[in-house]
């Protein structure tokens, strides 16, 4: 009777274990409310965008700082501010790629032909 009891409250302990780890909530930090507050360019060094398909209950953008430790700073989708400085942050990127491009093709040793 003892071990039967054990094996089933070891049970109970192993599914409950395996449901909360395996539940699959990826994301660790959601926004819960967000700041209609603009945030100046120099701050931010990039975003992501929180959406409730990745399990949180509310869609915003998280700027990320450039403050050591970095922050994230919880900012609505669709406000004027948010949109512009995410096209500022896009352009930036894209701008960073291709310099950084030009710099190793410009780095690369002339290939001379062996015969």
């Known amino acids: 009777m003892s071990s039967a009891w054990t094996l089933l409250l070891l ?24 700041s209609n507050k603009p945030i100046h ?4 060094t990039g975003y992501e965008m929180q959406t409730t398909d990745k399990g949180c209950m509310k869609t915003a953008v998280l700027f990320l700082t450039n403050t050591r430790p970095s922050r994230k700073l919880c ?12 096209k500022r942050l896009d352009r930036l990127k894209k701008e960073t790629k291709k310099r950084e491009k ?3 093709k410009s780095k690369k040793p002339p290939q001379t032909k062996l015969e």
């Open 11 to 34: 049970g109970t302990l192993i599914s409950c274990a395996v449901y909360t780890h395996g539940s699959g909530n990826p994301v660790a930090d959601c926004c819960l409310q967000t």
């Open 102 to 104: 030009a710099e190793r």
């Open 41 to 44: 360019h120099n701050v931010v």
């Open 75 to 86: 900012a609505p989708v669709g406000s004027p501010w948010v949109i512009k400085l995410m």
